[in-house]
């Protein structure tokens, strides 16, 4: 094993390590209504998370990750409210095919490792089940740190939700927050 690969590993499992902390920690503060499914999920940690987090991030109106993945029936939108971000979750479609799905509670960071960049987030990515996760949204939110993603494996259905530091013409918020939303599939307004 070369310094390189010895490096590598050791990156690895000093963040897998944090993350299983901040996974301990996380799992106490949550109710037990959640706690107890989280505390049983699958979840993915260090270097394999970013290979899943590149499939959809970053997202934007273009769509999904570097290639701009348009899933059918995606919707974007950007407000400077809570509430009015959690005014469009209700459009989301649960699809009857929804399966295992990806939820992190905490938007990834960049970080590069000699020359590599990877998302890492400072929390495991669970895994769990879509129909059981999305009607929680506004639950999980209470536990996040200014983002959530919860994407059905294959693509299916999701909901992406992160924030900068900004304002908005038509909707100015003192803070200077604003949050980005992806939802699909979502319904049709007329």
């Known amino acids: 094993m070369d310094d390189h690969e010895r490096r590598r590993i050791l990156f690895e499992k000093i963040t897998a390590n944090n993350q299983r902390r901040k996974r301990e920690e996380l799992l106490h503060r949550l109710p037990p209504n959640l706690s107890n499914v989280l505390g049983g999920s699958p979840c993915i940690y260090a270097t394999e998370i970013d290979s899943i987090l590149r ?100 693509l299916r259905a999701g909901v992406l939700i992160d924030n900068y530091i900004g304002y908005l013409q038509e909707d100015l918020n003192p803070r200077e927050i604003v949050y980005k939303v992806a939802l699909w599939p979502v319904k049709h307004v007329d």
Not at 93 to 103: E, N
Not at 104 to 115: A, Q
């Open 55 to 154: 499939r959809f991030l970053p997202f934007s109106q273009s769509g999904l990750g570097s290639l701009g993945i348009m899933p059918p029936h995606y919707e974007y939108a950007e407000v400077a409210w809570e509430n009015k971000m959690f005014d469009l979750t209700p459009r989301l479609v649960i699809p009857k095919l929804a399966g295992r799905a990806f939820l992190l509670l905490k938007p990834p960071t960049g970080v590069h490792f000699e020359g590599q960049g990877f998302y890492l987030p400072d929390v495991p990515l669970f895994v769990v089940d879509f129909q059981w996760a999305a009607p929680l949204l506004k639950d999980f939110w209470a536990y996040c740190t200014g983002g959530l993603i919860l994407v059905e494996q294959d």
